[in-house]
Each structure stands twice: as structure tokens, then as C-alpha cells.
């Protein structure tokens, strides 16, 4: 059905007047009657007794009057869905994150995503980089932010944007005499326990945190393995050993526990989006533009 009809009728309706109609409808009278006309032929009955004046609905149309409007109001609505879909102002977005990024660029980006694009759906789901390239092909995820040391061998139809290089620091409780210096040198760290994470045989992240101190001539002894990063720094708050942590998570930290530089040290961690090369999606590349600003201004 075109619609055209239904607004002139409604119009009709409101003002009681087809002349007052066509004026608000910036036409002339007789493309009011005419259109009323062409409905009314359509529906088979008069939509107005025009023996009165101003003209009454009919039982037709008062039957009619109410589920134009509703037909009117949707059709509306769907024509403006559809603009913000277009725009990108509306859907559900899916982000995969290592939980690193919460200390860093992910909070900031998703509350930027979800002031410009206030009807998105935005879900968050912790996993490891290892993992998030399984979880952009199931469609569990339509991006992820990811973090290696060393270079990350992405499979051809995965694409990697790099966002930041982050140091690496050693993380001791606050009440550490060593936690007065400035910087730590290898000697100071020998025999300490360590404490390592996450504790996942697929992430090679505790692999090479243990590299970059054997190669700064540190010899760790692991003796805490952690779930993840927060169980990690809990560990070292209670004082029962460091652990080498990006300096993203060292920035605006808990208090109980002081983040250093060790000489030596050269190894960095990257951080990075990750989504598939064969699917367009335009919240995608909204959400990548923000966290590459950011990024940017750190």
C-alpha cells in the first residue's frame, strides 16, 4: 500500500478540514480529495460522512483512523532503524579483550563507542589472544584486543592493527625496600620468587616474560603461578614475590604496589586489534578509529 494516502488521511482527521490539510501538507485541495478518493476506492467505503460539516469519520473510518497512525508511526520508525544501521548508529558490537587492556585503552573506547552510538549493543568478553582469532571466525567476537610479546603470526584472513608498544616493568609490593628506587638493576631481583601468568598451557605470554628476564640475566624462580593479571598483583601486594607486567597496567595502578624499570630489560609487549579481512562492518571500523586515537595520545 502507499502510504501517501494514509498521511493525507490522518491529516484529514486532525484539522477536520481537507483545506487546512492540503496546508499543511503543502499541496493544493483538490490532491487531498483525491488521494481520500483513491483510499477510499481502495477500501471499498467512505472514510468521512461528508453530509456534515466539519466532516465526521464513518464506522470505516473510525475503524481505520487509529492502525493508519500506528502503520504511519512504524514505517517511520523503520525508515529511521534503518538510516542509524546505515550510519552505523545502531547494532551490536561484540569485543574480545585480554584482560591488560582494561588498564589501558579498553574502558576509554568503549565509553567513547558508547556515547557516539548510543543504540549499539556493546558485549565484552574476556579472552586470550590465543584464542580470539577462533573467536572472530564463530562470530563469538567482531574484534579483539590483543597483546604479544614478540611478533604474532596472524593467519591470512585475520588483519592486525597495531595500537601500542608497552615496556615492560616489574611490579613489587609497595613495602619493598627495593621499591624506593628508581630503577632496579638484574642483582637485585636474584632469588626472589617470582610470579608468573596467566596460567594457560595455549598463552605464550609467561613463556616470554621469563625470556626477557633470562635475557636481562635475571634467573626467575617461578613460584607462583596466576590465574590472570589482577590475582597476579594481588600476590605481589601480600609480598609474596614480582611479576613483569606492561607499563600500561602500571599507569594509574593500585597503591600497594610500585612499578619499576630493570636494566636489561629491552623485551616490550604490543598491543593490538585483531579482526577478519572478509567481513565489513562499519561498527568495527568506527570502534578502531576511536581506539587508534587513543592509542595515538598516549
Request: charged share 20%.
Amino acid at each position: 500500500m502507499n502510504l501517501k494516502p494514509l498521511r493525507f488521511f490522518c491529516e484529514v482527521v486532525e484539522t477536520e478540514s481537507a483545506n487546512l490539510a492540503a496546508t499543511r501538507l503543502h499541496v493544493v485541495p483538490a490532491a487531498v480529495s483525491m488521494q481520500i478518493a483513491q483510499l477510499e476506492g481502495l477500501l471499498g467505503g467512505k472514510l468521512f460522512d461528508r453530509s456534515t460539516r466539519p466532516m465526521k469519520l464513518t464506522p470505516l473510518g473510525t475503524f481505520f483512523y487509529p492502525k493508519a497512525k500506528v502503520l504511519l508511526s512504524d514505517s517511520q520508525r523503520l525508515l529511521e532503524e534503518a538510516k542509524d544501521l546505515t550510519l552505523g548508529r545502531i547494532g551490536w558490537l561484540s569485543i574480545g579483550f585480554t584482560r591488560s587492556t582494561i588498564f589501558s585503552v579498553l574502558p576509554n573506547a568503549v565509553f567513547s563507542m558508547s556515547v557516539s552510538a548510543p543504540k549499539v549493543r556493546i558485549d565484552l568478553t574476556e579472552i586470550l589472544t590465543e584464542h580470539q582469532g577462533e573467536a572472530l571466525r564463530s562470530g563469538l567476537i567482531h574484534v579483539g584486543l590483543a597483546r604479544t610479546i614478540g611478533p604474532f603470526d596472524a593467519e591470512d584472513d585475520l588483519e592486525c592493527t597495531p595500537l601500542f608498544t608497552d615496556p615492560l616493568l616489574v611490579a613489587l609490593p609497595s613495602v619493598s625496600p627495593l621499591a624506593r628506587r628508581k630503577r632496579l638493576n638484574p642483582g637485585d631481583l636474584a632469588g626472589l620468587p617470582f610470579i608468573s601468568y596467566p596460567k594457560d598451557p595455549n598463552s605464550s605470554f609467561s613463556r616470554h616474560t621469563l625470556q626477557a628476564l633470562e635475557e636481562a640475566g635475571i634467573k626467575p624462580r617461578v613460584a607462583y603461578e596466576a590465574k590472570e593479571i589482577h590475582t597476579a598483583l594481588c600476590l605481589v601486594a601480600a609480598g609474596l614475590g614480582f611479576a613483569l607486567v606492561g607499563k600500561s597496567v602500571a599507569d594509574n595502578n593500585r597503591s600497594d604496589v610500585r612499578f619499576l624499570p630493570v636494566k636489561g630489560v629491552k623485551t616490550t609487549a604490543n598491543v593490538f586489534a585483531i579482526r577478519r579481512k572478509d567481513t565489513q562492518h562499519q561498527l568495527v571500523d568506527a570502534f578502531l578509529d576511536i581506539v587508534l586515537m587513543q592509542s595515538l595520545a598516549r
